[in-house]
């Protein structure tokens, strides 16, 4: 998989210096919360879903959560991201006083909106599914928005979409790049119903006029980006890049197999599967992103 | 995926269809006695009490039966119903022409127009052919190709919506189905002529925004629009499709909720027990809204269109901004950690 022996990057050295650093700007809770990630191993050796080695944790750590043997991307957390993609210190995070209002007051089986949010913000150490904001890519300042893929299945409501928008207008009036990194299995969020879909016009009008004044977006997919989220502003990059392997599309595979009653094709709706039907410009590694990013920045002169 | 299970006669309908039934008996004597025509008087009298009682109580599960009634009007019925002279126009240019999308040139009075459409079909035979109403992605691109062209040559865009949402299959996702429904929100979001959007019956998630960002949005009484199907809400949040009557009730997508929602600005009044009673009748209010928008829109700049409907869409969305609100709902910025939002959460 690597040509060249690997060589920890910068990022990845830095890593233990940023986790005692005092917290610039940022908010989050600890950078190692100690909640159980989902699709994140624990522990010293862990078998890989994608080769099924068993591989040694901390080495796949250094890799930026990925599998030394196969390549195979376990999941980032929002924070993480911003560690993996921005210049160290530079994130600026904007509109963090917003909050989701429950509007449909909803109650599904087993616990109200309110609850489920409240232990999602406590697991993830986020006020909601994204995070944006302001920062540096080898010094170039950027717009940049991350959906985490585990706070309610990274699903867009209100607060998401608002957040969205406000980064894409600000992306718009101070003529920034704007990279927005998804992560969403979940789609539009269901627990605000009809308010949730609309997020999808909204943000993707945002995008309409950020393009018309002449911005550049990078969209970046990673797994899983599906429905709402990939049906709008994933969809809309003037570059879109997507991580090895990640599923993304736009029905559910669950629900296209209940539909068409056939056993779906091997590799169906993963990053490769898009990439040979026309829809992603290049499927990128995640210790390339960064530079795969300043690089396109540099071509298209913004 | 269900919409064509609708069965003859919904279950909550079922006095009104008896009642129905023997006002058709009646009526089909020749020559009634005064008697008989008494009955006639007292039932019709009585039919009307009935619709009203049921109709005005409807929950929202059976709000959507009524949405997907199999006799419910669809966007080929409004072509000939509200429209004169229409001239289909098929294809998008880039891989075929999908029948659950309409698309053509019509006459709504003395306006020239462009109708955009999802169709359903009546019989199981055209149901197949359009896949119930499920667009592919061809389906999308033709349908801003037609509004393009509609732009072009100053035509106002009418869209009627009416799926229970994009198709889930192989090809479409091949074809890019997420692809086609972003783009079609993005370019319709910045198209310099008025787009007037009316949910005809089945409002279905993305598959229904894809030509649902208009100027003007309304909604015909008795139909829904919602971000999942009730059935697919209850198979994630209930672990079980059974559970969809709950799930319609908790994700409030009636026309009543898409108003105080603030998600469309006008509800179409439908005749006693539903379009698919009347759909003359059904018809007639929808070109009076047609006409009554189109005359709105007509007086404003096209050049303005866009930023007048981008802050329309702008403003959709509820939740908190006030800080010190904030802190008390979701836990201070400061410590990321949500403090349980116990607070009453409305703003």
């Given at each position: 998989m690597f040509t060249r022996p690997f060589r920890p990057s910068k990022i990845s050295l830095s890593f233990e210096r940023l986790l005692f650093a005092k917290q610039p700007m940022t908010t989050r809770a600890p950078l190692m919360s100690k909640r159980p990630k989902r699709g994140v191993p624990e522990g010293l050796w862990q078998r890989c879903p994608g080769c099924g080695e068993s591989i040694y944790w901390k080495e796949a750590e250094k890799l930026l959560n990925v599998c030394p043997k196969c390549e195979y991307h376990f999941y980032v957390s929002a924070q993480e991201r911003i560690r993996h993609v921005l210049d160290e210190g530079t994130f600026e995070e904007w509109d963090t006083q917003l909050r989701t209002a429950d509007p449909l007051e909803f109650v599904d089986a087993s616990k109200s909106y309110k609850e489920r949010m409240a232990i999602e913000q406590k697991k993830c150490g986020l006020t909601d599914a994204a995070l944006t904001g302001g920062g540096m890519i080898r010094a170039r300042r950027v717009a940049f928005g991350v959906t985490d893929s585990q706070f309610i299945m990274g699903s867009m409501g209100s607060v998401v979409g608002e957040r969205l928008v406000r980064l894409i207008e600000r992306a718009t009036d101070e003529s920034l790049a704007l990279i927005i990194i998804s992560g969403s299995g979940g789609g539009a969020r269901m627990h605000e119903g009809i308010l949730s879909l609309m997020q999808m016009a909204k943000v993707?009008?945002?995008?309409?006029?950020?393009?018309?004044?002449?911005?550049?977006f990078?969209?970046?997919?990673?797994?899983?980006?599906?429905?709402?989220?990939?049906?709008?502003?994933?969809?809309?990059?003037?570059?879109?890049?997507?991580?090895?392997?990640?599923?993304?599309?736009?029905a559910g595979p669950r629900t296209i197999k209940a539909t068409i009653r056939l056993e779906l094709p091997k590799g169906f709706q993963t990053s490769e599967f898009l990439l040979e039907h026309?829809?992603?410009?290049?499927?990128?590694?995640?210790?390339?992103?960064?530079?795969?990013?300043?690089?396109?920045?540099?071509y298209c002169g913004k | 995926m269900s919409a064509a299970t609708a069965a003859p006669g919904l279950d909550f309908e079922h006095p009104i269809l008896e009642l129905e039934g023997r006002r058709r008996a009646l009526e089909q004597i020749a020559e009634r006695t005064p008697a008989q025509e008494e009955d006639l008087r007292q039932l019709k009298r009585e039919l009307a009490e009935t619709t009203r009682r049921i109709y005005s109580t409807l929950t929202p599960w059976q709000t959507v039966q009524v949405a997907r009634h199999k006799d419910r009007p669809y966007t080929s019925d409004y072509l000939s119903l509200v429209?004169?002279?229409?001239?289909?126009?098929?294809?998008?240019?880039?891989?075929?022409?999908?029948?659950?999308?309409?698309?053509?040139?019509?006459?709504?009075?003395?306006?020239?127009?462009?109708?955009?459409g999802h169709q359903k079909g009546r019989t199981y035979k055209e149901r197949q052919a359009c896949y119930f109403g499920c667009a592919h992605p061809e389906g999308y691109r033709k349908a801003i190709l037609k509004m393009k062209l509609a732009e072009k040559y100053g035509l106002p865009v009418i869209c009627l919506i009416d799926t229970p949402g994009a198709y889930p299959g192989i090809g479409a996702e091949e074809r890019g189905q997420s692809q086609a429904i972003a783009e079609n929100m993005y370019e319709m979001s910045r198209l310099k002529t008025p787009i007037i959007c009316i949910v005809i019956g089945e409002g279905g998630s993305g598959g229904a925004l894809g030509i649902g960002v208009g100027d003007r949005?309304?909604?015909?009484?008795?139909?829904?629009?919602?971000?999942?199907?009730?059935?697919?809400?209850?198979?994630?949040?209930?672990?079980?499709?059974?559970?969809?009557?709950?799930?319609?009730?908790?994700?409030?997508?009636?026309?009543?909720?898409?108003l105080r929602l603030g998600v469309v600005d006008h509800i179409i009044e439908e005749p006693l027990g539903g379009a698919h009673r009347d759909p003359h009748q059904t018809a007639s209010r929808v070109k009076q809204y047609l006409l009554r928008s189109l005359r709105e829109l007509l007086n404003q700049s096209r050049e303005t269109l866009p930023q007048t409907r981008y802050e329309k869409f702008r403003r959709m969305g509820v939740f908190l901004e006030d800080a010190a609100a904030a802190m008390a709902v979701g836990g201070g910025a400061g410590a990321g950690e949500g403090n349980g939002m116990n607070g009453d959460g409305r703003g």
């Open positions: 993707s009008a945002a995008l309409a006029r950020y393009d018309r004044a002449g911005g550049l990078i969209s970046v997919l990673t797994n899983p980006t599906m429905g709402g989220v990939a049906a709008s502003f994933a969809s809309l990059g003037d570059l879109v890049y997507a991580e090895p392997k990640a599923l993304v599309g736009f026309g829809f992603v410009d290049r499927i990128v590694s995640r210790s390339r992103l960064k530079s795969e990013i300043a690089r396109a920045i540099d | 429209f004169e002279d229409f001239s289909e126009l098929h294809g998008d240019r880039r891989f075929g022409d999908d029948r659950a999308m309409l698309a053509g040139f019509a006459k709504l009075d003395e306006h020239k127009v462009m109708v955009v949005v309304a909604v015909l009484q008795y139909s829904y629009y919602s971000v999942i199907s009730p059935e697919g809400c209850a198979g994630i949040l209930w672990k079980s499709a059974q559970h969809a009557e709950r799930a319609a009730t908790a994700l409030k997508f009636t026309s009543a909720d898409l």
